[in-house]
């Protein structure tokens, strides 16, 4: 499936006599269906493939642009380079805090085609929006330690009066 999508995305578009390939057929309406947002990244960092959702996700206009002025995060484009270079490059997270506060984790795998010339490999980029697991993470953490302080004022009250009883009132029943 991926050497499908990859050597059907990379070919330049076919002419209207042309019929694609099966597999091509399907890697397109695969990639055009997939809810999160995937790029095909080749020589010099132009995007030669996005999906939707990528288009959606990154503002894109068309396809041929050079992913450094769609996505300006210096780890997340060393990382597209050294998939370029045909090295594994891994995850990458980063935040942006405007225009709204975002979280995201980049995925960035190389990919190898049998295509002539001294450029054989493209990054697939594939971004995962973790703003919401984000929020909700920090949401449970400032409720518990909210939730820890609202307890902790009661208990210290309850503690102090056992601490009275029990101690310097134990014998004296008005003080109780």
Do not use: C
């Amino acid at each position: 499936w991926l050497t499908a999508l990859t050597t059907a995305e990379t070919r330049p578009a076919p002419a209207r006599a042309e019929r694609r390939s099966p597999e091509g057929e399907a890697a397109d309406v695969m990639l055009g269906r997939l809810s999160i947002p995937v790029l095909l990244i080749g020589p010099g960092g132009r995007i030669e493939r996005a999906n939707p959702a990528a288009r959606a996700f990154l503002a894109l206009g068309s396809e041929g642009g050079l992913l450094s002025t769609a996505l300006r995060q210096p780890r997340v484009l060393e990382a597209v380079g050294a998939a370029l270079k045909g090295e594994r490059a891994g995850v990458v997270e980063y935040s942006a805090l405007t225009p709204v506060e975002s979280h995201v984790r980049a995925y960035v795998e190389p990919i190898r085609l049998d295509v002539p010339g001294p450029l054989p490999f493209r990054a697939m980029l594939v971004l995962a929006d973790e703003t919401s697991s984000k929020r909700a993470e920090r949401m449970r953490a400032d409720f518990l330690a909210n939730a820890s302080h609202e307890l902790r004022t009661p208990l210290a009250s309850l503690s102090g009066f056992i601490e009275t009883i029990a101690g310097p009132a134990r014998d004296d029943p008005e003080a109780q």
